[in-house]
């Protein structure tokens, strides 16, 4: 059973920095791409950040590029999102997806707010 686990996520000022973990089981963690998607009140979840199995390659939605950084650890199924220089619009509900795999977690809230 595929089971993606999202914390992390917090209240946290502009300017300011999270980690956010995902912890995967159910499937082989290390044969499969990440990503890291959020959704926003009010609008469509979006894909914000993508590594490939390896960890050797990644992207990035360009408004989060130079401020977010995505990795993985294939010892611990878990992939990360560094997130630094917080902006009050990357105010959203954070979520783990694995390639191919239609299973979400229940997300984590991350608000960025003075």
């Known amino acids: 059973q595929v089971q993606l686990v999202e914390s992390g996520g917090g209240l946290v000022q502009p300017g300011g920095s999270l980690r956010l973990s995902c912890a995967a089981s159910?499937?082989?963690?290390?044969?499969?791409?990440m990503s890291w998607y959020r959704q926003a009140p009010g609008k469509e979840r979006e894909l914000v950040a993508t590594?490939?199995?390896?960890?050797?390659?990644?992207n990035y939605v360009e408004s989060v590029k130079g401020r977010f950084v995505i990795s993985r650890d294939n010892t611990k199924n878990t992939v990360y999102l560094q997130m630094n220089s917080l902006k009050p619009e990357d105010t959203a509900v954070y979520y783990c997806?694995?390639?191919?795999?239609?299973?979400w977690g229940q997300g984590t809230q991350v608000t960025v707010s003075s």
């Open positions: 997806k694995a390639a191919l795999i239609g299973n």
């Open positions: 159910g499937f082989i963690f290390s044969s499969k791409s």
């Open positions: 590594i490939s199995s390896t960890g050797g390659s990644t």
